[in-house]
């Protein structure tokens, strides 16, 4: 037995009061505890314990020797904790992009949070609504809107971002306000268009619990959200997007909601990572933390929601 393991054993002894108790705690034999004793009262010169056949108490060298072993003891434990903490603690670059208003609206005003939690890590933030090729660009996780179409990509579903259909009241007045998704014909929308794809995204109505895609004509077309709302904002027709996004522009009565009986299903947005590599423990916290955000913001997510 060496000496740190006697130590714990005499302090043990100590506040057990007994050889055998302290020795069962310990999952040793009594005679090895009573011989370490006795070892290490040999090799300090003093006697530390007193023995009775009902209890073992402490001599005066015994109580003094105990309060400082007391003091190493739980020093020890103390460093052995924090080591421990630190080897689990993640560290190191963690390179992100994310969607622009994601960034700005949803993740950034809560980062300092990330940042108390995990000190050791540094954030390298990208925003924009640019196809990223994580590998070649070095990025480690992106959060983006829509389906995941790329399947070298590991996804994350974070949230069902509810979504609004709305127009400008200048325009409801020339065009009408439409009352079912099959009036949508004799409407018109801002067209909205992936940078990366030449494809015009429909929009989406649960229809007796169904989802229906609708393709309207369009005399505009952008590629960035700020553009979408602000045409919406000067008539050029209908949009469909994430309620959050023009929270104030409703409220303020510069755009009204329509079709609030068929509601859209719903915009998913997934952590993305390569699947062909382990994600660090870095990249892992980052999803569980910002999973937690989303579901704060638009609540949590069922557990069918969560199935791959």
Not at 52 to 69: F, H
Not at 198 to 221: K, Q
């Amino acid at each position: 037995m060496d000496r740190f393991d006697s130590l714990r054993l005499f302090v043990r002894i100590v506040e057990q009061g007994s050889f055998t108790r302290a020795a069962a705690d310990l999952s040793i034999p009594r005679a090895t505890a009573t011989h370490a004793i006795k070892a290490l009262e040999e090799r300090l010169g003093a006697r530390l314990l007193e023995r009775t056949t009902r209890k073992v108490t402490a001599t005066l060298d015994g109580q003094q020797y105990y309060q400082r072993c007391q003091r190493i003891l739980a020093e020890l434990e103390a460093a052995d904790e924090d080591v421990a903490r630190r080897a689990r603690e993640p560290e190191g670059t963690l390179r992100l992009d994310l969607h622009g208003s994601h960034a700005s609206r949803i993740v950034l005003p809560h980062i300092d949070s990330f940042q108390r939690l995990y000190p050791r890590i540094h954030l390298v933030v990208g925003s924009g609504d640019r196809l990223v090729d994580l590998v070649a660009e070095g990025v480690d996780c992106v959060v983006r809107s829509g389906m995941p179409e790329d399947s070298s990509l590991s996804a994350r579903l974070l949230a069902l971002i509810p979504e609004v259909t709305c127009a400008s009241p200048d325009y409801l007045q020339r065009y009408g306000r439409p009352q079912h998704p099959d009036e949508l014909a004799a409407h018109l929308a801002v067209g909205f268009f992936a940078r990366h794809q030449d494809r015009r995204y429909p929009f989406e109505f649960l229809v007796d619990g169904v989802v229906r895609r609708v393709e309207l004509a369009s005399r505009i077309d952008v590629n960035d959200a700020d553009s979408y709302v602000a045409c919406a904002l000067r008539g050029c027709g209908l949009i469909q997007l994430p309620r959050y996004r023009v929270e104030r522009e409703l409220a303020n009565g510069e755009l009204v909601e329509v079709l609030a009986g068929y509601p859209s299903p719903g915009l998913p947005v997934h952590a993305l990572y390569p699947r062909h590599r382990q994600p660090s423990r870095r990249v892992r916290v980052f999803i569980d933390w910002v999973s937690v955000i989303y579901a704060e913001r638009f609540g949590p997510l069922d557990r069918h929601q969560l199935q791959p």
